[in-house]
């Protein structure tokens, strides 16, 4: 092996580890979502089904290379195979045309798509349809006869159109491109201009023809979306750009190459090295840039929820305050989970607006959203963002967090003839199947319903009043909800916290009372914070208080709380955070319920 | 090698053996079978696609004779379904029509078949029109995913689209409604940001920008006149409210809502001032056949959302003149269902006249979430109103559409499993007196307990409907006409 081969090989072996660390280590839950927003089902239905539409095979492999994302590193490890083999057939490909002399340009549709995926639009289908694309190319170009590969390339423009859809374009130019190169090649004997340009319109017609013809005939669908295919986007309203010129990418590399190695070896030596940095440049600009990991972030919140890692999420967060609004959501939701929210809601600099995200008619509802309303009891509520969320989905794919979701909630609220239609097809799915198989052991049974540890749970939580949701007037909505189950501690921390946050005492004193049947072992921390401030504002304690002990420690801080502030600290935020920044008395004075300090 | 080809072999003649050949029941029942779809003792047009069906229960095979009139008879068995061969239904429908068929199922359980007793399957002589055309969309709350307005040849199991909403991107298709059942005379909505209402009359396309300066809203609830040359629309501001109670999901409310004429020859909306009033909300018209009378409902105004559950519906008339386009001066009561505390909504009259057919609530106008809601007959000669008993469920039956022959109708059902609507079509004989209704046949009888899609606003057509998708893109693009209003 000589060093050129040395050096392919290192930089081939360094950009798929690259690969594999990046999904794995930076980006696994945008991987874990993409897996939650589909509903891939194993049966010879489900794969006929998409057989029946151009790029329908591409999705199905997509699809089925994506239900393995619910393990982080197996997605990575997919993802970092279908970029490497872009990447890989790129480079086999111009191996094949032009010799063993390696390129670096045959990075560039790999790491355009690497940073397509992280954007939750484009989905590993058309990854997948461009390697198959690529690759497609190559064995195009082991065709030795051209008629027979011109045979081969007007079969596999349709074949590769109805399988893979909008790649098929690539496919088709790529074939054109390296005719190009084959024909005015030195070593080729063939006259390159009319039997080129013959083969290069009917190409290009019959590309044309072909989307056209089946939009005419067998397509109930846009113009865009006949030649297109939905395997690549989730919206049909478009075809982005940057799929296009991925599409374009690899014919350019190929006439670009064969340019290049025109030049004298030591200017391609100065191209390679340049082009070289330019790479590096890009991806380092491109991992700054182009991933949201803010957005990576809620998605671990949201997954966590999803895995009811409670003790996870408030890790997290005392690692680093929450700051989205789905990762405050799954903060509050945890502590609520875990009895802690009456102990520790002040630890964690919390507003108003930490506890439901507000419904709304525009965008996606997201997988979150219906969480904390299920583990409170507001099953109806829960149900109905569970179905806005399947409902929202751009590409009317199911989601299967959302599907499991309103399968629950059929079951908690006895709508078995709708659960059965949920689990059915939950049943067809190969990581789901066992769960929907004994959710089915609930069907039609309320008696085991109320047995089990969180559905029995939920149902005898569910309201016996009539209300209905207003997102503006969620303290009324608990209140109902505790007033049919007065044990609802979760519940009862939700409303208190509420009042506490809006520094409602009058509130929080009046519904104080029921702390006496939610079996807390001693007054909580953040409830006897708040009667410790109530204390200081009066000048007689009332009996009925006095029945509610403050702790000797509680005492004793608020005393030293009133000493700092009273000695400077009121104009001193920081200093008073630094020493009381988890009390309530701090939340008081220094924060506003919309979050402002 | 060899072993493997023996062992399929036998494999083979075994199935052959339990599924086919002559079935001699074990045990002979006096119970009429439990089918889905419910086939048993239901009326059916002669022209209708077979009744496919399955048996409940667990069996390993199951058996069914159909024997009509003249010694023609089909016999079908499988392991999971009864799928009648679609020809050898068509012969016998015809050559048993005004009579019934007698329907033997037998399942075989644990080895032993069991038959149970003989059901009838009434064919009737009166004819059925071409097909249905309903909207499926998921029984959602707000928001919206893939939708579309299809059409089912009865006769088939054709589906084919009329519009979806993915070929106008980011839009909702609703409300479609024909002149009479006339495929060449149709209006629905679009909406979204490229929307419009689409009129199709006598198979020319126009798209139609509805909403004017005096109308609180865009053209909603369409009914056709007679002639053609009017349709009447409700003008809706609608809001939705969610409840946590069990049992119920969403109620759809209006806060304002009134009904005008649209005059298609002149592009106008007409309205009275007896029609658009702020203190009563109207929703709902619907032309009478002589096209001389406008049916619609009639509420009391009251403050929304917060007393969604106080708002009732009377059902009520005022004159039209088709010849000038202009209404009476008095309105009339036909049912008064404020009286009994509930609430009307889609009053339907039947093609000749005789009746009206309406969905009874507890309250609101938007059945389709209410449990309760029945299909009400008012007799117009009599006055007198009637519950169909012969076709209400436990749970809800909503829309309803006639037959062109007054004799079929079409309504929608949540019986099956509270959630999802499903089309049942019945008969109603000379004395009014309605059979019992059969679930739109399905080729495959797995068919709804797969779809999750509802089937929204059935109504019969009397042909094929040609709507050209990129005409209506066309036209909501650069082609769109201003509706105006005229008092």
Redesign the interface.
């Known amino acids: 092996m000589n060093l050129k081969k040395y050096i392919s090989s290192f930089v081939s072996t360094a950009f798929f580890a690259m690969l594999v660390v990046f999904w794995e280590f930076f980006y696994p839950n945008h991987l874990i979502q993409k897996e939650q927003m589909q509903l891939f089902m194993t049966d010879w239905d489900y794969f006929i089904q998409h057989l029946s539409v151009p790029g329908g095979f591409a999705t199905y492999l997509g699809e089925f290379f994506t239900q393995f994302f619910l393990f982080t590193m197996a997605g990575a490890w997919i993802v970092s195979i279908v970029l490497f083999s872009i990447y890989f057939g790129v480079k086999c490909l111009l191996r094949r045309l032009f010799g063993s002399r390696f390129s670096l340009l045959a990075f560039v549709p790999a790491i355009a798509y690497l940073f397509l995926l992280c954007n939750d639009f484009y989905y590993l289908s058309g990854a997948i349809a461009v390697s198959l694309s690529v690759w497609a190319v190559v064995g195009y170009l082991k065709i030795k006869s051209p008629a027979s590969r011109a045979v081969v390339g007007f079969v596999g423009i349709p074949f590769l159109y109805w399988f893979l859809g909008g790649a098929y374009v690539l496919f088709g130019i790529s074939v054109i491109a390296s005719e190009l190169v084959i024909r005015f090649s030195k070593e080729s004997g063939l006259n390159p201009m009319k039997s080129l340009v013959l083969y290069i319109a009917a190409c290009m017609i019959w590309g044309v023809a072909i989307p056209l013809f089946a939009h005419r005939f067998l397509l109930?669908?846009?113009l865009l979306?006949s030649f297109a295919s939905s395997a690549y986007y989730k919206?049909?309203?478009a075809f982005p750009i940057y799929l296009k010129l991925i599409f374009a990418s690899v014919p350019a590399i190929i006439l670009l190459h064969f340019v290049f190695l025109k030049l004298s070896e030591k200017i391609r030596l100065i191209m390679q090295l340049g082009f070289g940095l330019m790479l590096i440049g890009t991806l380092f600009l491109g991992f700054k840039k182009v991933p949201v990991f803010a957005e990576e972030k809620e998605m671990m919140y949201s997954n966590l929820v999803n895995k009811q890692d409670w003790t996870e999420i408030i890790k997290q967060a005392e690692r680093e305050l929450p700051k989205g609004q789905q990762e405050k959501l799954a903060l509050t939701l945890a502590l609520g989970r875990t009895g802690q929210l009456s102990s520790r809601l002040f630890a964690f600099s919390p507003t108003q607006s930490d506890f439901f995200i507000p419904y709304k008619?525009h965008g996606m509802?997201p997988l979150i959203a219906n969480e904390p309303y299920f583990y409170l009891g507001?099953v109806?509520?829960s149900?109905?963002l569970a179905?806005?969320s399947?409902?929202?989905?751009?590409?009317?794919v199911?989601p299967v967090r959302a599907v499991k979701r309103y399968a629950e909630t059929c079951i908690i609220?006895?709508?078995y003839?709708?659960a059965?239609?949920f689990l059915?097809l939950l049943k067809r799915t190969l990581f789901y199947r066992n769960w929907a198989t004994k959710a089915s052991e609930y069907l039609y049974n309320d008696e085991k319903v109320k047995a089990h540890p969180l559905w029995g749970k939920l149902r005898a939580s569910?309201?016996k009043?009539?209300?209905?949701?207003q997102s503006d007037q969620m303290d009324a909505?608990l209140f109902?909800l505790l007033r049919s189950n007065s044990q609802n501690r979760m519940a009862y921390e939700y409303l208190m916290s509420s009042y506490l946050l809006q520094k409602d005492l009058d509130k929080f004193l009046e519904f104080l009372p029921l702390v006496k049947s939610m079996n807390y072992p001693e007054l909580p921390l953040v409830f006897q914070e708040a009667l410790a401030y109530t204390r200081t504002l009066l000048t007689d304690w009332p009996d009925a208080l006095k029945a509610y002990p403050i702790s000797d420690n509680v005492s004793k801080r608020i005393e030293l709380y009133a000493n700092a502030f009273n000695s400077g600290g009121n104009k001193n935020a920081a200093a008073m955070k630094q020493s009381f920044g988890s009390t309530y008395w701090y939340y008081v004075h220094f924060s506003e319920p919309n979050g402002k300090n | 090698m060899s072993k493997i080809s023996i062992f399929h072999l036998v494999f083979f003649l075994g199935v052959l053996v339990g599924c086919g050949g002559k079935v001699n029941p074990g045990d002979v029942s006096k119970e009429k079978p439990k089918l889905f779809p419910d086939y048993v003792d239901v009326t059916i047009p002669s022209t209708i696609a077979p009744l496919n069906f399955k048996a409940q229960g667990d069996y390993s095979a199951i058996d069914a004779v159909f024997e009509g009139k003249a010694g023609k008879s089909i016999r079908v068995q499988d392991s999971k379904e009864i799928c009648i061969p679609a020809s050898d239904w068509s012969e016998l429908l015809e050559a048993t029509k005004g009579d019934s068929l007698k329907v033997t199922v037998s399942v075989k359980q644990h080895d032993r078949w069991k038959q149970y007793a003989s059901f009838r399957i009434h064919v009737s002589e009166t004819p059925i029109d071409y097909g249905l055309v309903y909207r499926l969309i998921a029984p959602g709350y707000e928001v919206y995913s893939k939708m579309g307005i299809y059409q089912r040849n009865l006769s088939t199991f054709d589906q084919s689209p009329v519009v979806e909403n993915t070929l106008i991107p980011g839009s909702c298709v609703n409300c479609h409604s024909f002149k009479l059942t006339d495929p060449k005379n149709m209006n629905f909505h679009v909406r979204g940001k490229k929307g419009g209402t689409i009129l199709i009359t006598d198979g020319k396309m126009n798209a139609l920008m509805t909403k004017t300066d005096k109308t609180m809203s865009n053209f909603v609830y369409p009914f056709w006149h007679p002639s053609g040359n009017y349709l009447a629309y409700s003008v809706n501001n609608t809001h939705q409210v969610f409840h946590e109670e069990k049992g119920k999901r969403v109620e759809v409310g209006d806060v304002a809502s009134d009904v005008v004429v649209y005059d298609v020859k002149k592009n106008e909306a007409l309205g009275t001032k007896l029609l658009m009033q702020d203190s009563i909300f109207e929703t709902f018209p619907s032309f009478s056949p002589d096209g001389k009378s406008l049916y619609f409902c009639r509420a009391a105004h009251k403050k929304m959302p917060d007393k969604y559950n106080e708002v009732r519906y009377n059902l009520c008339r005022i004159a039209f003149n088709p010849e000038n386009g202009s209404f009476g001066d008095k309105i009339d009561t036909l049912f008064n269902a404020t009286a009994i505390n509930k609430s009307v909504t889609f009053p339907r009259p039947s093609p000749d006249g005789k009746y009206i057919m309406f969905t009874l609530v507890d309250y609101g106008n938007f059945s389709i979430w209410h449990k309760e809601a029945d299909l009400y007959l008012l007799d117009l000669k009599t006055g007198q109103t009637r519950c169909i008993d012969e076709v209400n469920s436990d749970n809800t039956e909503s829309y309803h559409s006639w037959s062109s022959n007054s004799r079929w109708f079409v309504f929608s059902s949540r019986r099956i499993d509270g959630l999802y609507t499903r089309p049942f079509i019945a008969y109603l004989d000379e004395n009014g007196k309605a059979r019992k209704p059969f679930l739109l046949p399905q080729a495959n009888t797995d068919y709804y307990d797969q779809l999750l899609y509802s089937f929204n606003i059935p109504e019969f057509v009397s042909g094929k409907v040609e709507v050209d998708p990129n005409q209506v893109d066309q036209l909501l693009d650069s082609g769109i006409k201003k509706v105006t209003f005229k008092q």
């Open positions: 109930l669908d846009t979306q919206f049909t309203l008619v509802a507001f109806n509520f149900q109905m179905m806005e399947i409902d929202s989905s751009p590409d009317a199911m609220t006895g709508q003839d709708v059965v239609r059915t569910q309201p009043d009539e209300f209905y949701y909505m109902l």
